[in-house]
Protein backbone atom coordinates (compact mmCIF):
# COMPACT_ATOMS: atom_id res chain seq x y z
CA UNK A 1 0.00 0.00 0.00
CA UNK A 2 2.81 1.98 0.79
CA UNK A 3 5.56 1.58 -1.56
CA UNK A 4 7.07 5.43 -0.98
CA UNK A 5 6.92 6.12 -5.25
CA UNK A 6 5.72 8.99 -6.91
CA UNK A 7 3.91 7.71 -9.37
CA UNK A 8 0.78 7.16 -8.92
CA UNK A 9 -0.92 3.29 -9.20
CA UNK A 10 -4.21 4.95 -10.69
CA UNK A 11 -2.26 6.69 -13.34
CA UNK A 12 -2.43 4.00 -16.29
CA UNK A 13 -5.68 2.99 -15.61
CA UNK A 14 -7.39 6.45 -15.54
CA UNK A 15 -5.50 7.01 -18.60
CA UNK A 16 -6.70 4.20 -20.53
CA UNK A 17 -10.34 4.97 -19.39
CA UNK A 18 -10.09 8.76 -20.61
CA UNK A 19 -8.76 7.90 -23.76
CA UNK A 20 -11.67 5.46 -24.76
CA UNK A 21 -14.01 7.32 -23.31
CA UNK A 22 -12.92 10.65 -25.01
CA UNK A 23 -13.04 8.86 -28.71
CA UNK A 24 -17.18 8.15 -28.08
CA UNK A 25 -18.46 10.72 -25.74
CA UNK A 26 -21.34 12.50 -27.19
CA UNK A 27 -22.05 14.77 -24.59
CA UNK A 28 -20.18 18.09 -24.50
CA UNK A 29 -20.33 19.19 -21.08
CA UNK A 30 -18.90 15.11 -20.18
CA UNK A 31 -16.39 15.26 -22.85
CA UNK A 32 -15.33 18.72 -21.81
CA UNK A 33 -14.93 17.03 -18.17
CA UNK A 34 -12.94 14.25 -19.51
CA UNK A 35 -11.05 16.27 -21.53
CA UNK A 36 -9.81 17.98 -18.33
CA UNK A 37 -9.19 15.02 -17.19
CA UNK A 38 -6.62 13.84 -19.96
CA UNK A 39 -4.82 17.21 -19.67
CA UNK A 40 -3.80 15.93 -16.15
CA UNK A 41 -1.40 13.10 -17.87
CA UNK A 42 1.77 14.03 -19.04
CA UNK A 43 1.88 11.44 -21.95
CA UNK A 44 1.65 11.17 -25.72
CA UNK A 45 -1.58 8.99 -25.42
CA UNK A 46 -3.29 11.67 -23.64
CA UNK A 47 -2.41 14.14 -25.96
CA UNK A 48 -3.64 11.93 -28.86
CA UNK A 49 -6.98 11.63 -27.47
CA UNK A 50 -6.95 15.35 -26.33
CA UNK A 51 -5.73 16.71 -30.14
CA UNK A 52 -9.03 15.10 -32.24
CA UNK A 53 -11.03 17.80 -30.37
CA UNK A 54 -8.81 20.68 -30.87
CA UNK A 55 -11.48 21.78 -33.81
CA UNK A 56 -14.53 20.61 -31.77
CA UNK A 57 -17.95 23.19 -32.27
CA UNK A 58 -17.92 23.43 -28.87
CA UNK A 59 -15.31 26.35 -27.20
CA UNK A 60 -15.87 24.78 -24.10
CA UNK A 61 -13.71 21.57 -25.51
CA UNK A 62 -11.50 23.84 -27.40
CA UNK A 63 -10.34 25.31 -24.09
CA UNK A 64 -9.85 22.09 -22.25
CA UNK A 65 -7.52 21.02 -25.25
CA UNK A 66 -5.25 24.06 -25.22
CA UNK A 67 -5.38 23.65 -21.24
CA UNK A 68 -4.05 19.91 -21.66
CA UNK A 69 -1.49 20.36 -24.28
CA UNK A 70 1.95 20.66 -22.75
CA UNK A 71 5.49 19.39 -23.91
CA UNK A 72 6.03 15.52 -24.08
CA UNK A 73 9.67 15.19 -24.79
CA UNK A 74 13.22 16.44 -23.55
CA UNK A 75 14.61 18.68 -24.84
CA UNK A 76 11.52 20.46 -24.32
CA UNK A 77 9.45 21.11 -27.41
CA UNK A 78 5.73 20.60 -28.37
CA UNK A 79 5.20 17.72 -30.81
CA UNK A 80 4.51 18.74 -34.52
CA UNK A 81 0.39 17.78 -33.89
CA UNK A 82 0.66 19.76 -31.07
CA UNK A 83 1.74 23.01 -32.26
CA UNK A 84 -0.36 22.91 -35.19
CA UNK A 85 -3.37 22.53 -33.02
CA UNK A 86 -2.01 25.67 -30.21
CA UNK A 87 -1.23 27.69 -33.04
CA UNK A 88 -4.85 27.22 -34.62
CA UNK A 89 -6.54 27.56 -31.12
CA UNK A 90 -4.78 30.84 -30.90
CA UNK A 91 -6.39 32.35 -33.40
CA UNK A 92 -10.04 30.34 -32.75
CA UNK A 93 -12.66 32.75 -32.68
CA UNK A 94 -13.58 31.94 -28.80
CA UNK A 95 -11.35 34.88 -26.91
CA UNK A 96 -11.14 32.29 -23.59
CA UNK A 97 -9.71 29.85 -25.90
CA UNK A 98 -7.15 32.43 -27.85
CA UNK A 99 -6.49 33.33 -24.22
CA UNK A 100 -5.95 29.83 -22.82
CA UNK A 101 -3.72 28.83 -25.46
CA UNK A 102 -1.83 31.76 -25.39
CA UNK A 103 -1.24 30.91 -21.51
CA UNK A 104 -0.03 27.38 -22.34
CA UNK A 105 2.17 28.66 -25.02
CA UNK A 106 3.72 31.40 -22.67
CA UNK A 107 4.09 29.39 -19.69
CA UNK A 108 5.67 26.35 -21.53
CA UNK A 109 9.44 25.46 -21.89
CA UNK A 110 9.15 25.43 -25.67
CA UNK A 111 10.67 28.82 -26.84
CA UNK A 112 10.44 28.11 -30.84
CA UNK A 113 10.42 32.01 -32.39
CA UNK A 114 7.14 30.49 -34.45
CA UNK A 115 5.12 31.21 -30.75
CA UNK A 116 6.51 34.33 -30.39
CA UNK A 117 5.38 35.43 -33.71
CA UNK A 118 1.72 33.88 -33.05
CA UNK A 119 1.57 35.92 -29.87
CA UNK A 120 2.71 38.98 -31.36
CA UNK A 121 0.03 38.61 -33.75
CA UNK A 122 -2.93 38.38 -31.41
CA UNK A 123 -1.49 42.00 -29.59
CA UNK A 124 -4.00 43.79 -31.39
CA UNK A 125 -6.71 41.02 -30.42
CA UNK A 126 -9.90 43.03 -29.52
CA UNK A 127 -9.92 40.95 -25.74
CA UNK A 128 -7.86 42.57 -23.55
CA UNK A 129 -7.15 39.39 -21.73
CA UNK A 130 -5.90 38.13 -24.93
CA UNK A 131 -3.91 40.97 -25.35
CA UNK A 132 -2.72 40.59 -22.08
CA UNK A 133 -1.46 36.73 -22.49
CA UNK A 134 0.23 37.59 -25.51
CA UNK A 135 1.97 40.23 -23.54
CA UNK A 136 2.78 38.05 -20.68
CA UNK A 137 3.98 35.04 -23.13
CA UNK A 138 6.23 37.62 -25.28
CA UNK A 139 8.27 38.53 -21.90
CA UNK A 140 8.29 35.09 -20.78
CA UNK A 141 9.81 34.42 -24.16
CA UNK A 142 12.45 37.33 -23.97
CA UNK A 143 10.64 38.85 -27.30
CA UNK A 144 11.43 42.51 -26.78
CA UNK A 145 7.87 43.12 -28.79
CA UNK A 146 6.77 42.89 -25.38
CA UNK A 147 7.62 46.20 -24.16
CA UNK A 148 6.16 48.22 -26.55
CA UNK A 149 3.09 46.44 -26.42
CA UNK A 150 2.53 46.29 -22.60
CA UNK A 151 2.89 50.51 -22.94
CA UNK A 152 0.33 50.05 -25.39
CA UNK A 153 -1.98 48.30 -23.00
CA UNK A 154 -1.05 50.76 -20.00
CA UNK A 155 -1.53 50.46 -16.26
CA UNK A 156 -2.85 47.26 -15.11
CA UNK A 157 -6.61 47.63 -14.35
CA UNK A 158 -7.99 48.27 -10.69
CA UNK A 159 -7.24 45.07 -8.71
CA UNK A 160 -6.71 42.60 -11.31
CA UNK A 161 -4.17 40.29 -10.18
CA UNK A 162 -4.05 38.87 -13.40
CA UNK A 163 -2.96 42.16 -15.25
CA UNK A 164 -0.72 42.81 -12.43
CA UNK A 165 1.16 39.43 -13.00
CA UNK A 166 1.43 40.00 -16.97
CA UNK A 167 2.16 43.34 -16.99
CA UNK A 168 5.14 42.42 -13.83
CA UNK A 169 6.43 39.77 -16.41
CA UNK A 170 7.54 42.62 -18.96
CA UNK A 171 9.33 44.64 -16.12
CA UNK A 172 11.37 41.42 -15.55
CA UNK A 173 11.99 41.21 -18.92
CA UNK A 174 13.61 44.53 -19.03
CA UNK A 175 15.32 43.93 -16.12
CA UNK A 176 16.79 40.76 -17.38
CA UNK A 177 17.89 42.44 -20.76
CA UNK A 178 19.24 45.29 -19.17
CA UNK A 179 21.66 43.03 -16.64
CA UNK A 180 19.83 44.27 -13.42
Do not use: I
Request: aromatic share 4%; with cysteine.
Amino acid sequence: MFDNSDEDAFAGPALDLFTGWAATETDTAVLTEVLVALGEHNDPRAEAALLPHADHPDARARRAVAQGLRTLSSPPAFSGKARTALLGLMTDPDAVVRKTACCMVAEDRDHDPVFADAMAAVLDDTDRLVQLAAVHGLALHNDERCVEAARLLGPPQRGSLEEERCLDAVWRYERRRDGR
